[in-house]
């Protein structure tokens, strides 16, 4: 074959590259699709099943065609003994054995064998089958036994009289007719067979493709369809309820998470890029007002130099917060530098710039004096004033509130060990998280605030808490207020 291709390419003057091209697509191959081996899965097992069938078919022939010559033999022994003295002349007994199709038959009948037509003599001994027996296995193996037995093989038949009585009727038959009779039937059954075995395999093939391949080719052509352009439409799920239907469905609904998830990428990357090209004149901005409070510094107002101080740490904070607002846009933190953080100096710096007071919200600690974690103080700093804040403005917005209380809450703090973490929980008594929003919560651009908000806080808090190896979850929220807890590894 492939000299042949070689001949035809050379006379069609096919360059190498097309010569090869096309003998790699000529060239024969296993199938590899689903259908493919749904169709050769199919027609095996089918025609296993008729295999299984077909084996009970050939005994039960073979022992119909046995049953059948000894009726036949036994009709014949009353005829012979219908004759004086059961005289039977030479031609007389061959013509019987000829229309019976047996070589001898003998009667046993209380315990006493009688010889009603003498058997030739027999180039070989015959094989004995006890049809009194109830031996499947045995009647299972004869019919191939006598398939491919001795062309001179002959058959010693034993059954109970059908006619007459006696103990048992024996005859001796000849195994060749039967061997000829068992390949036309195992040829005809064959026949049929594969006649069934191709009408069931086509028919199973067929509602087998209705019902799981074309549907699996509509999901395959969607996920392809996908992953080549993730805003195109999806495939419609069909209403199907079963396992086909529930896995178009949850591809569906997996793709719009996937879409909204890429959207949400793609805003924080034009977050990035707008960050990003602030990045310098920010940074000019801090520049100017370190300088600022560095004259301020030698100002005599103790008001001033009450200020100072919280005046130094924001711009110190921003100016770090700048100077990472590259990787920021990329939504990239910088690796958490780990230190010992008293947590009650934390809470109080992170109290005063998350802008509570005394007055207003006010911070609550319920925590030992001198209780530390191991934690990037600067990350730390920016989650406790993300929830400190997220939780004053909670209350101050919250118009279930009475008038006196407007502007008025509490925000607890307490911190303990916990199966090797530390765990720093807060709690505030404003009106809640929505139930709608609290699966969602830690999503970028989700935001429980009505008015302002960009919604990344959490998202960011998060972050910072896996790089300590911890976590922040809320665990309780409902109409008195919300609690979130932060875990990080002791």
């Avoid at 084996?55 to 012979?80: I, K, T, Y």
């Avoid at 031609?91 to 064998?113: N, P």
């Avoid at 310098?280 to 107002?301: G, V």
């Avoid at 709608?436 to 998202?459: H, I, M, N, W, Y």
Wanted: proline letters at 7%.
């Amino acid at each position: 074959m492939s000299a042949l291709f070689d001949r035809l390419a050379a006379r069609l003057k096919l360059s190498p590259e097309t010569t090869e091209a096309w003998r790699e697509r000529l060239r024969p191959r296993a199938p590899d699709g689903l259908s493919a081996r749904l169709l050769l899965l199919t027609v095996a097992f089918t025609l296993a099943v008729e295999g299984l069938i077909m084996a009970p078919n050939l005994a039960a022939f073979h022992e119909r065609w046995l049953q059948d010559r000894l009726q036949a033999a036994e009709l014949a022994s009353v005829g012979v003994e219908a004759l004086p003295y059961s005289a039977v002349e030479d031609d007389t007994a061959a013509e019987l054995m000829r229309i019976g199709g047996v070589q001898a038959v003998a009667l046993t009948e209380q315990g006493v064998r009688r010889l009603l037509l003498q058997a030739p003599n027999l180039p070989r001994a015959p094989e004995l089958i006890d049809l009194r027996r109830e031996n499947t296995w045995s009647r299972l193996i004869d019919p191939w036994r006598t398939l491919f037995g001795h062309p001179d093989r002959s058959l010693r038949v034993q059954a109970k009289p059908r006619y007459r009585s006696g103990d048992f009727i024996e005859i001796v038959t000849p195994a060749q007719p039967l061997k000829l009779e068992l390949k036309a039937f195992l040829l005809n059954s064959l026949l049929v067979s594969l006649l069934i075995s191709a009408t069931a395999g086509a028919l199973l093939y067929g509602g087998l493709t209705l019902l799981v391949l074309r549907p699996l080719r509509r999901v395959t052509r969607s996920m392809e369809r996908f992953a080549v352009d993730p805003e195109s439409a999806g495939e419609t799920p069909s209403d199907r309820h079963d396992e086909i239907g529930r896995v178009e469905r949850e591809l569906a609904r997996m793709q719009e998470e996937v879409r909204q998830s890429l959207r949400s990428r793609a805003r924080l990357v034009a977050l990035g890029e707008a960050v990003a090209k602030i990045n310098h004149d920010l940074r000019n901005m801090l520049t100017s007002a370190q300088m600022a409070s560095e004259r301020l510094a030698t100002s005599a107002d103790p008001q001033v130099a009450k200020a100072l101080p919280r005046l130094e740490r924001a711009l110190s904070r921003a100016a770090n917060l700048s100077r990472n607002v590259l990787e920021y846009g990329k939504s990239e933190e910088p690796p958490a530098q780990k230190t010992r953080v008293p947590l009650n100096a934390a809470l109080t710096l992170a109290a005063e710039d998350a802008g509570l007071a005394p007055d207003g919200v006010k911070l609550v600690k319920q925590l030992a004096p001198r209780f530390a974690v191991e934690a990037d103080p600067d990350q730390l700093y920016r989650i406790l004033v993300n929830l400190m804040r997220n939780a004053r403005q909670a209350i101050e917005a919250d118009p279930a509130r009475p008038p006196e209380q407007r502007g008025k809450g509490v925000i607890t703090v307490s911190a303990f060990a916990e199966d090797g973490f530390w765990v720093i929980r807060i709690a505030d008594d404003g009106p809640g998280i929505p139930p709608r929003l609290a699966q969602r919560l830690f999503e970028p651009f989700v935001s429980s605030k009505a008015s302002d908000g960009t919604g990344l806080g959490l998202t960011i808090s998060r972050e910072l808490a896996a790089l300590h190896g911890g976590d922040l979850r809320l665990v309780d929220s409902d109409g008195a207020g919300a609690v979130f807890e932060l875990r990080l590894p002791a």
